[in-house]
């Protein structure tokens, strides 16, 4: 068995309030999109107070911003978030860098070469042989996949220590001169940060000496969805300033149609019936996407009361999302979590795919 030993998060230190970003696109797509003041309501619906940029509000009013340029604000800002959040985790782990035997680093918002688990392996001083595995294109599905593709080393070697780093700056995929609904519709949504794992092997759990933030959540295991027919639902378009987003209006319609079967399947695979699963951390792409969980999933309103929080107080940051929400969960004081209540992770990513993961309370 493996364990989630703790959850680090990192922000940038640009703090924006939504209010202050929906002036600035009610100045730049005023008059350039078709119905610009009747679509202003989106700002007020997606129920987010603030969010987190690597820049400035001011840099997204500069009319040109090259993809290398972008790209070298990606890796910088990225470098920086992922040491900070992981050396979080670490730390209330109890845990130094160098015991650190796995790195899986999860971004999409831009490139690297050498990739982001090099730096980092470089920025904490980690051990030389540090084994590391990058993984790019998941998108909001890429924390679930990063946390159960690095729990599964565990599972491999129980006597190691694997380390997650889900990182995104989709602030700066921001287009100036493209005026399209789904561009306008980012800008309501994306914002930047950073998340870490902890996860460690049944062998090197035994090892550990006691520490306030053990034994939170055991990983029991996952489930990946590619769904056929999707590629235009959900990813980037790669042009000459950058990456542009792909959304499909479709998005929430395929959430609420398609999440419940696969939820129901990754529990049968544990003999495991829907009643069985008591908490769902489930990535907040959005109200409509949260919205659409509910009904599809048939869940309560408060049963996803910290994926809600987080997209009010961070937005949609890509793949550290759901770890924002687990983060938020096991810190909370009031949340009580009985021994073997299960847990549902969840997120949707491009493909259009769908990452699921399964724990268990300690």
């Known amino acids: 068995m493996s364990t989630v030993l703790s959850v680090g998060l990192a922000l940038p230190e640009h703090k924006v309030t939504q209010q202050e970003i929906a002036e600035f696109s009610r100045a730049h797509f005023g008059g350039r999109l078709a119905h610009h003041a009747q679509l202003m309501n989106v ?5 987010i107070d603030a969010r987190y940029f690597v820049a400035p509000l001011a840099w997204f009013a500069e009319s040109h911003h090259s993809l290398k340029e972008r790209n070298d604000l990606h890796i910088r800002s ?8 992981a050396q979080q985790a670490l730390d209330r782990a109890g845990l130094a860098p160098k015991d650190v035997d796995y790195v899986v680093a999860v971004s999409t ?20 042989h540090t084994k590391r595995a990058p993984m790019w294109g998941l998108g909001c599905a890429g924390g679930v996949a990063g946390l159960s593709r690095a729990a599964e080393f565990t599972l491999a070697y129980p006597d190691k220590v694997a ?29 930047d940060g950073a998340a870490a794992v902890v996860i460690a092997g049944e062998e ?11 034994d939170m959540l055991q990983y029991i295991g996952s489930y990946s ?19 542009s987003v792909i959304f499909a209006p479709e998005i929430p319609a395929r959430v609420a149609r398609d999440m419940r079967p696969e939820v129901d399947r990754l529990l049968a695979q544990h003999d495991l019936q829907p009643a069985d699963a008591r908490h769902y951390v489930l990535h907040p792409g959005g109200a409509r996407v949260l919205e659409a969980y509910l009904a599809g999933i048939g869940l ?5 009361k910290y994926s809600w929080q987080v997209l009010r107080d961070y937005g949609n940051m890509s793949s550290p999302t759901v770890l924002y929400v687990l983060e938020h969960m096991l810190a909370d004081p009031a949340h009580t979590m009985k021994p073997g209540e ?17 724990l268990r309370g300690c």
């Not at 990225?78 to 959040?85: D, G, M, N, Q």
């Not at 918002?109 to 030389?128: K, Y």
């Not at 090197?204 to 053990?214: D, E, F, G, K, S």
């Open 43 to 47: 700002f007020t619906n997606a129920q």
């Open 78 to 85: 990225a470098h920086a978030l992922s040491c900070t959040a």
């Open 204 to 214: 090197r759990m035994r090892r550990l000496p006691p520490h306030p933030a053990r």
């Open 109 to 128: 918002t831009g490139m690297a070469t050498p990739s982001l688990d090099a730096m980092l392996i470089d920025g904490l001083d980690m051990g030389r």
């Open 225 to 243: 969805t590619l769904f056929p027919d999707s590629r235009h639902v959900m990813g980037w378009d790669v042009i000459d300033s950058g990456l």
């Open 342 to 358: 299960y847990v549902i992770m969840g997120a949707l990513g491009p493909g259009f795919s769908s990452e699921l993961a399964l």
């Open 163 to 191: 380390l997650l780093v889900a990182v995104e700056t989709c602030s700066i995929t921001f287009q100036f001169n493209d005026f399209s609904k789904k561009n306008f519709v980012a800008t309501s949504l994306f914002a």
């Open 300 to 304: 309560q309103h408060d049963d996803l």
